[in-house]
């Protein structure tokens, strides 16, 4: 990608919608998520989201104990982050089990926004698995067409 043109700020305008997205799909799935296994899945999309953020040197403390109560001011975190970051930037981290690795920072944002995706279709298999037929339509194009949006 072309650095610090209008690219790049359309890009970032692109993945900062996109972090609205996520909290949007988040906090539609919250209801449905209030007892074990769902809740641990929906904590650990939220607690993953702040660890790749102090990997990206974002903030490294949030005021909770319940990753729910984070969801909101975790995204704001992320869009000020994009904001001013720049997205070729490699970023040089050590994964959870220790190993040396690097991305570059866009690759970082496209993981955390896929990772959340990804474990919210886990969620509503494990929901239709226990009988659950109500839940929420969590589609990126539904979010576009909500006028709150």
């Not at 997205?87 to 040089?92: A, M």
């Not at 089990?97 to 970082?108: M, V």
């Not at 990804?118 to 969590?138: K, L, S």
């Amino acid at each position: 990608m072309r650095s610090q043109g209008g690219i790049q700020l359309e890009v970032k305008a692109d993945w900062i919608r996109m972090f609205d997205y996520d909290l949007w799909s988040n906090l539609k799935w919250f209801p449905l998520c209030a007892e074990e296994p769902f809740r641990s899945v929906m904590s650990h999309v939220i607690r993953t989201q702040i660890i790749w953020l102090e990997r990206c040197g974002g903030p490294h403390r949030f005021d909770a104990d319940d990753p729910y109560d984070l969801v909101e001011a975790i995204c704001l975190a992320w869009q000020a982050h994009l904001d001013e970051a720049d997205l070729d930037e490699t970023v040089h981290y050590v994964n959870n089990i220790g190993i040396k690795q690097s991305n570059s920072r866009l690759d970082i944002v496209r993981q955390v926004i896929n990772h959340g995706t990804y474990h919210r279709g886990q969620i509503r298999a494990m929901v239709e698995m226990a009988g659950q037929t109500n839940f929420p339509d969590t589609d990126y194009l539904i979010f576009l067409a909500d006028p709150r949006n």
